[in-house]
């Protein structure tokens, strides 16, 4: 059975009236609830936003003299909560496909590691090595390196964070005008 088929005129207008007693700032909520809505469906890699937001209308329209006699506050909160619970069976129903990025051409690949290369030899040999010493290890040891780190550098965990940042963001520079490309 079509759950559309279960609404009626007067749920709906209760519905409406939770949103706002007058029924034109009440409509024009509810279109920006249900714009919301789609974004929010849209942004998590919903294909069908909009099917899917006004499922969630649907619901909370099903369910709406429940919902007024117990639900306190913004009324679009209400919604969102219940579009958190559509997506996860969204997410049953369609799983979510990752398209992994095209590879970059193998000569592409070899410029820009002749870029990283020259840009981490124009470091000094201080940054140099923390830079790499950063992002040397992978999961566990990669925590204890860190802290390691920071312990011999004598500085808090953020610190070493934040100049490591810093290095970063100068061997950025250094690679996109090694490769020519114009900053974002």
Known sequence: MNKDSLITQSKFDRMLEWLDPDRER???K???IRRRLIEILASRGCHEPEQWADET???VVLKIDEVVKNFEGDPAHFFYGVAKNVF???IKV?????CPPAPAP???VEREHACLEHCLARLDEEDRGLILGYYSKERREKIDNRNEMA???GVAANALRIRVYRI???LKECIRDCLGVEAR
């Open 168 to 170: 970063r963001i100068g």
């Open 106 to 108: 193998p000569d592409e």
């Open 26 to 28: 009440a409509g024009n």
């Open 57 to 59: 209308i649907t619901r």
């Open 30 to 32: 509810h279109e920006q």
């Open 151 to 153: 312990r011999r550098l």
């Open 94 to 98: 369609k799983p979510l496909a990752f």
């Open 88 to 90: 996860r069976e969204y």
